[in-house]
């Protein structure tokens, strides 16, 4: 299931300067609030056949970054110039997914930012979105990078670019091992893909984990494509996201929107 959620920014408590690089920041806070009451989290996956050990091994959700209309990017910080922004959450459970968002996560505060500027926002509202059917053949767009790692010669990690001959193929196995690890079987469905850019990617890199002894650059790509493939990892795909780093805010898709003409 996917929801847009609101955010009310609060510029009278630290201002409305957010560092470019937030991405992980939000999705860390987002784990923090779904884990906050574990009576209430346990209680949904448990009406999902789900446990803890499953949503701490899976990715069971994934994030879009954060939808900001009116912005102005003065070196590594980014000016909110509107009171309410909104990003988009997908979680793979579905049952009882949006009472227990309500219970976790609506009229709640969150705090993304560095030592630098931060940005005080309430969680004012949270709307699900109609579900999608599903087909072989779907065009996205991405609305945070979607990153690809390969592994060099030398065991150092590379990001691919969506070009590369192998860019496809990791991205489909990851999909379906996590399809296997969802439904404790063997994927015994079409392997088969097929991906077409339908614009020219944009290279975008993100350092996360900033000011730690962990701090590293991620380069992922937004890009508009579209991807044939088995349905049923058509959904994982939308869902969870594609991709490595999503439990870093990176893979987030969502269908193309046709222009009029």
Known sequence: MR???TLEINAEKYGNI???????????TVNNLLMADSVLIEEWLKKNRLNMQDYMQMRLFSISNLYIPKIYVVDDRLHINIPRIQFWISLFPSIGTEQFLNQTMLNREIVL????SSVSFNIT??????????????EYQ???PLAVVGLRPNQTIEYLNPRNMYFGQFMVDDLIERWEMLYQEPYMGD????????MPERRKAVTVYT?????????????????????ELQEIAYTLGLGDKINLGFGYIELLK???H
């Open 211 to 231: 000011g730690t002894v962990q701090q590293q650059k991620v380069v992922g790509y937004m890009m508009k494509f579209r991807l044939s493939m088995a349905p």
């Open 18 to 28: 957010l560092p470019i690089s937030y991405q992980y920041e939000l999705t860390s």
């Open 113 to 116: 930012g560095d030592r630098v």
């Open 142 to 144: 991405t609305l945070s």
């Open 3 to 5: 929801y847009k959620i």
């Open 125 to 138: 509202e949270i709307s699900p979105i109609s579900p999608v059917v599903f087909s072989e053949t779907m």
């Open 191 to 198: 392997r088969s893909y097929q991906l077409k850019l339908l």
């Open 258 to 260: 046709k222009e009029s």
